[in-house]
């Protein structure tokens, strides 16, 4: 029930490349890719083609198309006028108004036909999303364009990262709401709360790129900068270059690279006629740094184990490791959870170079206390099958029941209940084997494991 066979996978390529899988599935899904080449191969044949496909805009009828049609259009209408002959001083204009009629619907038809494709919407596109991110009234959708003026709203655990056509990107973690205005040229985010993560190229003296709260706006030629808006205040700090930022009241100050600015502090200091204060942001700085180069290393490890080059991933995991020295401890939020991903991924290598003991401690070393709920939940649960697999079953057992614990309602919950009966039926529990049964038949009735569940269970333990 956890695995899916090859077909699955492919029938599935398409609501993979748009984001539709729902938590478990989409497990289930990328568990399969990452260990079958082929399927691999066929999945980033998929992802390339389906925008390639879904941008592509039928050609203009050619000449001898239009030709064709044009031909055919005269033959009904004659087909049409043909009755009875009209008296002798009319004939000489039906024809002509048969004529006319043929040109109209001609001429209406070439328009049709030949009407320039639609313009892009916007200027931006949805580069990857996760969580529930809202454009307008529906769900976004990567290579979504993005419609100048929608809302976009982030859900508190959602992120989305967007590619703009003039080559800057815009990252943005939950909760959110903001929305694009402007053109390519001159670009306009109006973000109502939420936090933004900008990086800008170079822009030409004519073109502008602004961030706009509700008590500021800043503007910036080439850099890396993030806005913060909240109730009481809206606050930037500066990774590279530089950026100008405005006032409602029309005071300016120029913020560079290792520097904040804060609205409430402003306007506290407006008060008593203080010029703006820009502080120092260096540990700030340094953390976007970290988070930066952890979050590069995740990419060139997934890209290894891809490639089915185990062995290189978890050689470049422990330099990663050893270059970092713990020095992202004090540093939290994006810096912790990427130093997470490495851990699992980790144990991902481990598990895939056959290395199967060492899988298990990895895995195990992630249930720990203050780690996110959903990867203690898939550690656990790889775990569990590896034991499972090599005839460990008392502790796959209980590795499926914690994970059960881990994230009550989890993406796995489902896989890791029917995991702890089967492995607690085959390890000789009988009766625990019918208890986790009697839950399962409780909480999914019409599960894929029900009949199963329903024969271990006994007729008296249906709902």
Excluded at 153 to 177: C, I, K, M, N, Y
Excluded at 358 to 367: K, Q
Aim: glycine share 8%.
């Amino acid at each position: 029930m956890t695995e899916l066979r090859c077909a699955d996978v492919e029938a599935r390529f398409v609501d993979a490349v748009d984001g539709r899988l729902d938590p478990a599935e989409s497990v289930r899904f990328h568990s399969h890719i990452e260990g079958c080449l082929s399927c691999r191969e066929r999945a980033a044949l998929w992802r390339g083609l389906v925008p390639a496909l879904r941008d592509a805009v039928p050609a203009d009828p050619d000449a001898m198309a239009t030709r064709r049609m044009q031909i055919e259009v005269e033959r009904r209408l004659a087909k049409e006028v043909a009755p009875a002959p009209a008296p002798r001083w009319r004939t000489w204009w039906a024809p002509a108004v048969g004529l006319a009629a043929a040109a109209a619907m001609l001429v209406l038809w070439l328009r049709v036909g030949n009407a320039p494709p639609a313009p892009p919407v916007g200027y931006a596109a949805f580069e990857s999303v996760r969580g529930t991110v809202t454009l307008g009234d529906r769900p976004s959708a990567v290579a979504g364009r993005v419609p100048v003026g929608a809302p976009i709203v982030l859900a508190a655990d959602a992120a989305a990262r967007l590619a703009l056509d003039s080559g800057a990107t815009v990252r943005v973690e939950g909760p959110a709401r903001l929305s694009l205005d402007g053109s390519a040229r001159d670009v306009a985010i109006r973000l109502t709360s939420g936090k933004v993560d900008a990086e800008v190229a170079h822009r030409r003296p004519d073109e502008t790129f602004a961030v706009i709260t509700a008590d500021m706006r800043v503007e910036v030629r080439g850099t890396r900068f993030s806005v913060l808006a909240r109730a009481a205040g809206s606050r930037v700090e500066v990774t590279e270059g530089r950026v100008a930022v405005a006032l409602a009241g029309g005071r300016t100050s120029l913020v560079s690279a290792g520097e904040s600015f804060d609205t409430a502090v402003a306007e506290a200091d407006a008060e008593t006629d203080t010029p703006p204060v820009v502080t120092p942001v260096v540990r700030s700085v340094e953390c976007a740094e970290i988070t930066r180069t952890c979050r590069a290393n995740a990419r060139a490890v997934r890209t290894s184990m891809r490639g089915g080059d185990a062995d290189r991933a978890l050689r470049m995991i422990a330099d990663a490791r050893r270059a970092s020295r713990d020095g992202d401890a004090g540093c939290g939020g994006g810096a912790r959870a990427c130093d997470d991903e490495l851990r699992y991924l980790n144990a991902e290598a481990l598990n895939q170079s056959g290395r199967l003991d060492e899988a298990v401690a990895a895995y195990h070393a992630l249930d720990r206390k203050g780690a996110p709920s959903a990867m203690r939940q898939n550690a656990l649960y790889a775990a569990a099958q590896i034991e499972k697999r090599n005839g460990r079953l008392t502790a796959a057992t209980a590795d499926f029941e914690r994970a059960l614990a881990a994230e009550p309602g989890g993406a796995l919950h489902e896989e890791a209940l029917v995991g702890a009966m089967q492995s607690a039926r085959a390890g000789g529990d009988g009766g625990r084997a019918r208890a986790l049964a009697t839950r399962y038949l409780r909480e999914f009735p019409r599960g894929l494991a029900a009949a199963d569940a329903r024969r271990l269970a006994g007729d008296g333990a249906r709902p």
